[in-house]
């Protein structure tokens, strides 16, 4: 079994920032890509930036510039550092990972309960 525990959400003012963490626990082989998802209300889900074991990563273009995704692959943790906060990056954000539970297994997606960022003065 795998969990992934994100922290670091919040409410903050325009212009601040914050950091979210997303650690992967359990019986885990390897890492492929992680990632950090958001869901605003009435929203689909969408992709904010991933990374992958390499350390390529991709952004949606609404955060390019102002959030840097990171991640410390002997913690099998992500982080998202978000700057320049906007009050429309208001959503909740999940962490995703894909992982290898024992040596030739398929990788598996598995995604975090979620952290609340909210923006707004």
């Known amino acids: 079994q795998v969990q992934l525990v994100e922290s670091g959400g919040g409410l903050v003012q325009p212009g601040w920032s914050l950091r979210l963490s997303c650690a992967a626990s359990?019986?885990?082989?390897?890492?492929?890509?992680m990632g950090w998802y958001r869901q605003a209300p009435g929203k689909q889900r969408e992709l904010v930036a991933a990374?992958?074991?390499?350390?390529?990563?991709n952004y949606a273009d609404s955060v390019k510039g102002r959030f840097t995704i990171s991640r410390d692959n002997a913690k099998n943790t992500v982080y998202l550092q978000m700057n320049s906060l906007k009050p429309e990056d208001t959503a909740v954000y999940y962490c995703?990972?894909?992982?290898?539970?024992?040596?030739?297994?398929?990788?598996?997606?598995?995604w975090g309960q979620g952290t609340q960022v909210t923006v707004s003065s």
């Open positions: 359990g019986s885990i082989f390897s890492i492929n890509a």
């Open positions: 990374i992958n074991s390499g350390g390529n990563t």
């Open positions: 995703n990972a894909g992982v290898k539970l024992r040596w030739g297994a398929p990788y598996t997606e598995y």
